[in-house]
């Protein structure tokens, strides 16, 4: 069966850092590129950042780039999300997803076939 699964998500002050983590299972994450996005209450989901299985190419949206950096080991057929300098409107549900190589990087949502149930970020003093 083919599963993501995010974790390390959690409550932390603005100016903080956390490292969320989306592992797969049933399948093999270094024939697939991997979306992160995120939702806040009340507003669309946004794509944050993906990392090529091709290449290692990595693409970021303006509000994350800087801040944020995503990364894989194939090895733990796993990928990461490192945040840092976190603001209280990072605060969202974070996704990951995947999907087949041999495309151009891109944050459309509709690109991904397999999606994670989510982890909860809340940036708050």
């Known amino acids: 069966q083919v599963q993501l699964v995010e974790s390390g998500g959690g409550l932390v002050q603005p100016g903080g850092s956390l490292r969320l983590s989306c592992a797969a299972s049933g399948f093999t994450l270094d024939y697939y590129d991997i979306g992160w996005f995120r939702q806040a209450p009340g507003k669309v989901r946004e794509g944050i950042s993906c990392?090529?299985?091709?290449?290692?190419?990595?693409y970021y949206t303006d509000s994350v780039k800087g801040r944020f950096t995503i990364s894989r080991d194939n090895a733990k057929n796993t990928v990461y999300l490192q945040m840092t300098s976190l603001k209280p409107e990072d605060t969202a549900v974070y996704y990951c997803a995947a999907r087949g190589r041999g495309h151009q990087l891109t944050l459309n949502a509709h690109r991904y076939a397999y999606w994670g149930q989510g982890t909860q970020v809340t940036v708050s003093s």
């Open positions: 990392i090529s299985s091709s290449d290692g190419s990595t």
